[in-house]
């Protein structure tokens, strides 16, 4: 069947019958030179390289030849304002001399440096898309994440109990620092409390909840700065003494207790690793007949859980490796060892790691490291 072709009637009856639709319009032509942009993960960062990859694809069966004149408008369009940027793509970048010739449905790419034009808006707008513009041209947009420069940027929170330091790593968690700097910046941490503190493991806070005083709901708030889900950046970075993480909705592959998962959720998940158990007690063998269920979907997969991060966060008080691997790890304490020390020792000691006296962020606020 071709696109066009003309419908036939269908008719039931002498007295009924169902109307002729209207033959669908020809599918346009696909253009006869398009233009792709590879911007890897779609991250940009300021302060480090940004070069993409531009790709010009000859959809004909003749050679075609791309004029000099043409080989530019890499456009960076920022949404929602509608304002886009040029940037001319070098032409040495192809390494061959204009005009640049494209074999029948062949392509040429150069390499682009995009670091000026990301220089120049992260941090004033967040998401926007990298497309080539040309009048001969057919260019798709690639989506693109801008973060400002933070590889000097200290996050400082004055707490009940002193002043402790951390630096933000940009570099490994991108995503992950700007929605903690943006959360600082919007007071969002300011007034809030550390509501669960494990001796030998680590110190949570960030939940807006504990500004209020049901202490029922601690644990239980929190979102992205962007309330968009916050890809989790999973990295080399060890957890270790003083390593700032985001917590997150615990997952059956770690079967960690979190107030954010459904009671019958935990509870099944709890079920099916006594079972696992109580029929084989090598631990390794019951986790992975738990990740195979993950696999074949009778529990939830796992990614929904790693990218459920939103404002709340840890801080470890010594290595943690089983949360390695699994944990958005975006910064590292650079002063206040001694806080920490002393907010370790105010762990409660129940199950819920409730603090046994009031620990409270008095203030968040950024400082540029010398």
């Not at 600082?184 to 807006?208: C, E, L, S, W």
């Not at 079920?271 to 195979?292: C, S, T, Y």
């Not at 958005?328 to 129940?350: Q, R, S, W």
Request: hydrophobic share 40%; with cysteine.
């Amino acid at each position: 069947m071709t696109f066009g072709a003309v419908a036939t009637a269908l008719t039931a009856t002498a007295w009924f019958a169902i109307p002729q639709n209207p033959a669908p319009a020809a599918a346009a032509p696909p253009a006869a030179v398009t233009a792709t942009v590879d911007a890897g993960k779609g991250i940009l960062v300021a302060g480090q390289p940004n070069i993409v990859k531009l790709t010009f694809t000859n959809n004909t069966q003749t050679r075609r030849g791309l004029d000099p004149a043409c080989v530019s408008g890499l456009g960076l369009f920022i949404t929602p304002a509608g304002e886009s940027a040029k940037q001319v793509v070098d032409e040495s970048a192809f390494g061959k001399e204009p005009p640049y010739q494209i074999p029948p449905g062949g392509s040429i790419t150069a390499s682009v440096d995009v670091s000026s034009q990301v220089a120049m808006y992260a941090g004033k707008i967040d998401s926007a898309s990298l497309v080539y513009t040309s009048k001969d041209i057919a260019g798709t947009p690639t989506p693109v994440e801008l973060v400002e420069d933070l590889t000097k940027t200290i996050i400082v929170f004055k707490t009940s109990l002193g002043v402790m330091k951390f630096k933000v790593d940009p570099v490994n968690a991108p995503l992950g620092s700007r929605n903690f700097v943006r959360h600082v910046k919007n007071g969002y941490y300011t007034g809030t409390k550390f509501h669960r503190i494990i001796t030998g493991f680590m110190a949570q806070g960030g939940d807006p909840y504990t500004k209020e005083a049901d202490a029922t709901k601690y644990g239980q708030g929190g979102a992205p700065f962007n309330n968009k889900p916050l890809p989790a950046e999973i990295t080399e970075v060890k957890h270790v003494r003083g390593t700032l993480s985001y917590a997150r909705n615990g997952d059956p592959l770690f079967n960690q207790q979190n107030p954010q998962i459904g009671q019958m959720q935990q509870g099944a998940i709890q079920l099916l690793g006594m079972l696992f158990m109580k029929m084989n007690p090598d631990q390794k063998v019951a986790q992975a007949r738990i990740e195979q269920l993950v696999k074949d979907g009778f529990l939830k997969d796992r990614k929904p859980f790693l990218d459920s991060a939103g404002s709340q966060f840890f801080i470890c008080f010594k290595e943690v490796p089983n949360l390695d691997g699994g944990y958005t790890a975006f910064g590292k304490m650079v002063e206040g060892d001694d806080v920490l020390k002393t907010i370790e020792g105010t762990a409660g000691g129940d199950a819920a790691g409730t603090p046994s006296k009031e620990i409270r962020i008095e203030a968040a606020t950024l400082e540029v490291a010398k």
